[in-house]
């Protein structure tokens, strides 16, 4: 299994602003992602953090707006920038490790953020 | 990558044993089926995973038939606390992303009730 730890797990924040997500896991792993998740509806990938370059970015996400570090293999941050209301949300950092035919994915216990 | 469609939500009773259903019509041929299970307020967790046939664990049983275009998720006896949204994903190696990330569907609300 894999621990996973997500700060912060809620903040508040005024409009216009940026907030950084960090997340830590207590091993080294080979993929990193971030989601989100709007209430009550499912989970949309933002993007896949990779180490040592540039994040891969889904359909609809842009680094401008959502710039990830990797530094290693068990850290990454996602900054949410020039928040608005509609960035009101909550942001899961999820790992996995390669290894067989499929792995299974573990889930921090994610960031609910408010933008005001 | 396989869409999977499920029910939006189910209702049970404790003690009974709940069937939750999910459609992939477009399988690949190296795609597995993995489910997860979300309560509120926490990062959703990994069930179970098969291929074919049937898989069983302590939790649950995944029950896949010959032609894979759909599965089962069986829950023995639930309880109260089993009140959650349930995921049902298709995929490869990745899960169906190119490099190795979850496809997220709908899911399934379940409600337990006493």
Known sequence: SAVISQKPSRDICQRGTSLTIQCQVDSQVTMMFWYRQQPGQSLTLIATANQGSEATYESGFVIDKFPISRPNLTFSTLTVSNMSPEDSSIYLCSVKRLGGANTEAFFGQGTRLTVV | ?114
């Not at chain 2, 997860?36 to 649950?60: C, L, M, W």
């Open chain 2, 1 to 114: 990558l396989a869409k999977t469609t499920q029910p939006i939500s189910m209702d049970s009773y404790e003690g009974q044993e709940v069937n939750i259903t999910c459609s992939h019509n477009n399988i690949a041929t190296n795609d597995y089926i993995t489910w997860y299970q979300q309560f509120p307020s926490q990062g959703p967790r990994f069930i179970i995973q098969g291929y074919k046939t049937k898989v069983t664990n302590e939790v649950a049983s995944l029950f896949i038939p010959a032609d894979r275009k759909s599965s089962t998720l069986s829950l023995p006896r639930v309880s109260l606390s089993d009140t959650a949204v349930y995921y049902c994903l298709v995929g490869g190696a990745g899960y169906g992303g190119s490099q190795g990330n979850l496809i997220f569907g709908k899911g399934t609300k379940l409600s337990v009730k006493p």
